[in-house]
């Protein structure tokens, strides 16, 4: 088992920048990729940005140029950094796990997800 915990989320300005961090805990090892999701109040969940244990990163073309995710395997931790923040940023964002594949499939593992931290900005 795998537990997820996110920090960072808050209040900012448009234009503000924030940083959100996602501490796992129990079975790390068996974790593949990283990422985030967020879900804007009323809307169904989105990627935000995601990134494997081989540092390969995927994002959505809403924060593109804009957010960056990185990772530090040996802790496994993953960040969100988040500049340029405008108002439809706003979400609750949710830190996202998946098993190995072969885990996956092994024992039939479901992807992680974190509580969730609530990111507001304001414009």
């Known amino acids: 088992q795998v537990q997820l915990v996110e920090f960072g989320g808050g209040l900012v300005q448009a234009g503000g920048s924030l940083r959100l961090s996602c501490a796992a805990s129990g079975s790390t090892s068996s974790i593949n990729t990283m990422g985030w999701y967020r879900q804007p109040p009323g809307k169904q969940r989105e990627l935000v940005a995601s990134?494997?244990?081989?540092?390969?990163?995927n994002y959505a073309d809403s924060v593109k140029g804009r957010f960056t995710i990185s990772r530090d395997s040996a802790n496994g931790t993953v960040y969100l950094q988040m500049n340029s923040l405008k108002p439809e940023d706003t979400a609750v964002y949710y830190c996202?796990?998946?098993?190995?594949?072969?885990?996956?499939?092994?024992?039939?593992?479901?992807?992680?997800w974190g509580q969730g931290t609530q990111v507001t900005v304001s414009s």
């Open positions: 996202h796990a998946a098993p190995k594949n072969w885990i996956r499939l092994a024992t039939g593992t479901s992807d992680y």
């Open positions: 990134i494997t244990l081989g540092g390969n990163t």
